[in-house]
């Protein structure tokens, strides 16, 4: 018997596939489509195991839907602009684009071994000009519809990478790259209004409903859409300059206004820049908010800071009431007013500031059961936590004694029929930021003209492509520094103008390119007849870490290209599957440098597992288990697995070891199981005969235990995969192999024909999981063509039911035993073998039966008396 050989079989069926073109995405109206995309990689050069898992998910669904007789688009590009190229040309001083289509190269070799089943004809990357020309056409389109604008803003500055930063890469107040502190400037950037669709993103969170929940809640929180208050507070004495008509502040809780203690505004506020102008304290104090975190995380988690303006205004309720204007540190200019007020009672934040300042704590809303002096008083002692619950509302004259929800409405009442302010919605979610001051990206579409301003290219200006000659031996903006790229002239009026010098965010890149995908090479940025058909992905798969601003993005850039007329759908996930991280155990030398796990040799295990260097003996210290990452070198090489154990293996091990939305711990043990499963699958097809001869399709005619058991593995793999099971699809296929290996095709007619129908199944069964081994596994007995153009295995329900069925007994409603019967046994022969059963029988002596009720191969009901 021959030992199973992936070296040889799998490059063989590679080739096979590439001959065949098997994977090419055909428009087929006579089929139903399916769209099956995993998030598209950043082109770092090389392949890790977390790669192996996200392809292979996606390659599973995408031969399952193939099989079962859809048109399958699974297409594959990369995600290829950003910073990680421009800081190999600083560091390395290579080109970026030749650094990164090299990267594209080995990743794309290393995706194709993986015997993936992708539309290879379609990748692109979003570095190529054909792909970005077209992203400038449609912003152009958003320009003109006012979707696109420019306005100073407050950015993260990183004075050594010269860069604006989103909150997500400031860490501790600096550069996540560089390590700079990062500072807080003033600069004219672009945005894309997702505002103007903030509802829509909301609202058509309920329409995603296969979607995880809590990705769902996450974009709806990050949305932040809150109904409340906003009014003015009056000043206390005279104005500030520019106040005259008040503090204008935002609340969802007006029904806590009784329990105010303060008002703050944001260190970035017109007031507190007023009062800076005229306060060095004030100016300094503000300064050092610059330098804190700049996250919405951060800033809840830092030490609440303040500095008191000596400005005081009224409450709007009882001007008698004067109340302290605030600057404080965690207070955002860019939501609601960039103002609040302090309710300390029930707000954590408002209770943590007013405990370092020594300011009032007033209850307001009391708890259920609670008595109303007692909590008052005790609020006023500064407790360690708000109480922000359910209750009544006391302390707070004309609402005293209604719940909050009804209170909200009363105060608004009030408020606007005073003329001080209104109910308003509003939302956390601020206008994307897309400018970026760096060369190696998308460049924005427009010109400076001395004359007239802004001006967008016309389309046959398009593509804006970068010049080959960018120099990136320092920090900051390459195309700022090239001496003629962005000198041009104005389509407008023809005189001298400067091209825009930033780029476009990285995310803009990754939010439509699964439209593209419907047809790469379509001359307007989507083919709305290919997009038509294929829209929306049916089945998308990535990573939690993009939960948000990716698919936030791509949601809000599809409604906005839907309202352009350029696509139908305005939902560019149908579904979405959010899959566990690749994990491995941690290394470091004694000097704490990090240790890859190849260099590594496990010394015993248990309480006195160790670990050390293999070439020099020296002992390692084994860390946590964590994400497999560059940066702590506890990334396993594919190529070493597949170099010893084939891909097939690797592939199984990741798709069996854990439920595929949990981490997978990587282990050498793991992959060797599945190494074993492989040669055992092979040995039970390598012993089968080729063909089915004529003398052994005779026999019984009742379906063999084995036959039975086939089809109920057919229905059982089925609907794991249909359900993401993947894990306990394969677990199904290692059970059904040992039933296999008790019924070897020596055991007569009737078994070598069951046999043969259990290894025809078996092989497509496998494919989606281990795809050369299928192929060769078909080959063997026979199939015809190849496995991956075969149809998916039927089953017949007759045969998944099980042949007897276990049937509660109960006499007068109590449960008296059971019986075993026939499956679909008639009532009145299920009634006889309740009868005859001695156990039974008993429990009726001195009864007389009057009715038996039987539900069909459910249970039996005997009335007696």
Excluded at 273 to 283: H, N, Q
Excluded at 451 to 467: C, H, K, Q, T, Y
Excluded at 490 to 499: S, W, Y
Excluded at 506 to 515: G, L, R
Aim: hydrophobic share 40%; charged share 25%.
């Amino acid at each position: 018997m021959a030992r199973y050989n992936p070296k040889e079989t799998e490059p063989k069926w590679r080739k096979a596939w590439d001959d065949a073109d098997a994977f090419r995405a055909t428009i087929d109206p006579a089929k139903p489509k399916y769209y099956v995309l995993e998030m598209f990689p950043y082109p770092s050069g090389r392949l890790h195991m977390g790669h192996v898992r996200n392809y292979s998910l996606g390659d599973v669904i995408a031969r399952f839907k193939r099989a079962r007789g859809f048109s399958v688009l699974h297409p594959m590009g990369w995600d290829a602009f950003g910073l990680p190229a421009e800081n190999a040309a600083m560091e390395r001083g290579v080109d970026p684009k030749a650094w990164t289509y090299d990267n594209i190269a080995r990743m794309r070799a290393e995706l194709k071994q993986l015997g993936l089943s992708i539309d290879w004809s379609r990748e692109f990357a979003t570095c190529d000009v054909a792909y970005y020309g077209q992203q400038q056409a449609w912003f152009l389109e958003l320009f003109r519809r006012g979707l696109v604008y420019r306005k100073e803003g407050v950015v993260n500055w990183d004075p050594v990478d010269q860069t604006v930063l989103a909150n997500e890469q400031v860490v501790d107040g600096r550069g996540w790259r560089s390590g700079a502190v990062v500072e807080k400037r003033k600069l004219n950037q672009w945005f894309l209004r997702i505002t103007d669709y903030a509802d829509q993103l909301v609202d058509d969170l309920k329409t995603l409903d296969r979607w995880p929940d809590k990705v769902r809640t996450m974009q709806e929180n990050w949305i932040g859409r809150s109904k409340g208050l906003r009014f003015r507070f009056h000043f206390a004495g005279a104005p500030p300059v520019g106040f005259s008509e008040g503090l204008e502040v935002y609340t969802t809780r007006p029904d806590t206004l009784f329990g105010a203690s303060f008002v703050g505004v944001a260190p970035d506020h017109p007031l507190a820049e007023e009062i800076a102008a005229a306060d060095p304290k004030a100016a300094a104090f503000i300064e050092e908010c610059r330098k804190g975190g700049a996250s919405q995380a951060e800033i809840d988690t830092a030490e609440k800071l303040g500095f008191d303006t000596g400005l005081r205004v009224k409450h709007p309720f009882d001007p008698s009431l004067e109340l302290p204007v605030w600057i404080a540190n965690f207070i955002l200019m860019d939501y609601g007013a960039g103002a609040i007020f302090g309710c300390p009672a029930h707000d954590q934040r408002d209770l943590d500031f007013a405990r370092k300042y020594e300011l009032p704590v007033r209850a307001v809303v009391l708890p259920p059961g609670e008595d109303p002096q007692a909590f008052t008083a005790h609020m006023a002692t500064r407790p360690q936590e708000a109480y922000v619950g359910p209750g009544v509302i006391i302390n707070s004259q004309f609402l005293d004694g209604l719940d909050v929800e009804t209170a909200k409405a009363a105060a608004i009442d009030r408020i606007e029929a005073d003329r001080d302010g209104v109910g308003a919605t509003v939302y956390r979610l601020r206008d994307w930021g897309v400018a970026r001051q760096r060369g190696w990206g998308c460049p924005i579409p427009v010109v400076h003209c001395p004359d007239d301003g802004v001006v967008p290219l016309p389309r046959s200006a398009l593509p804006v492509a970068l010049p080959d000659d960018l120099e990136f031996g320092k920090p900051g903006n390459a195309l700022d520094r090239h001496p003629t790229w962005k000198h041009t002239t104005c389509p407008q009026c023809g005189g001298p103008a400067t091209r825009e010098t930033d780029t476009l965010d990285t995310f803009v890149d990754s939010s439509w390119y699964f439209a593209r995908f419907a047809n790469p090479d379509s001359p307007d940025p989507v083919d709305k007849a290919a997009a038509d058909y294929w829209l929306p992905v049916d089945q998308y798969i990535g990573g939690i870490e993009h939960a948000v601003l990716h698919l936030l993005y791509a949601r809000f850039v599809t409604k906005a290209l839907a309202d352009e007329g350029m696509v139908s759908v305005r939902e560019p996930f149908a579904g979405l599957f959010t899959q566990g991280m690749v994990t491995h155990e941690t290394y470091r030398r004694q000097n704490g440098d990090w240790v890859e796990p190849r260099e590594v040799e496990l010394v015993a295990e248990g309480p006195t597992r160790g670990a050390r260097l293999i070439e020099s003996g020296e002992p390692v210290v084994i860390g946590d288990i964590e994400k497999m990452a560059k940066s702590k070198r506890n990334v396993v090489a594919p190529e070493e697995i597949f170099d010893v154990y084939g891909v097939d293996a690797a592939r199984l091990f990741v798709l069996s070891d854990s439920p595929p939305e949990r981490d997978t711990q990587w282990s050498t043990s793991g992959v060797q199981g599945s190494w074993r499963f492989v040669n055992r699958v092979w040995e039970e097809f390598d012993s089968q005969p080729p063909q089915l001869d004529a003398a052994s399709q005779g026999g019984e005619t009742a379906p063999h235990e084995l036959r039975r058991a086939s089809h109920r593995l057919i229905k059982a793999v089925t609907e794991a995969i249909e359900g993401f099971r993947f894990n306990s699809a394969v677990a199904r296929l290692y059970e059904f192999l040992n039933l296999l290996k008790a019924h070897p095709a020596s055991a007569g007619p009737a078994v070598a024909a069951a046999r043969h129908e259990a290894l025809s199944a078996f092989a497509r069964l496998i494919a989606p999981f281990t795809p050369h081994l299928a192929e060769e596994c078909w080959a063997r007995i026979g199939g015809q063509g190849m496995v991956a153009e075969a149809p998916w295995p039927t089953f017949d329900p007759a045969l998944t039911e099980d042949a007897v069925r276990i049937l509660p007994v109960q006499v007068n409603g109590k449960r008296r035993g059971e019986i075993s019967a026939p499956a679909g046994a008639e009532p009145a022969d299920v009634e006889k073998i309740v009868l005859d059963d001695p156990e039974i029988a008993r429990r009726l002596e001195g009864l007389t039966i009057r009715k038996v009720i039987v539900v069909k191969d459910r249970i039996v009901n005997i009335v007696a008396a």
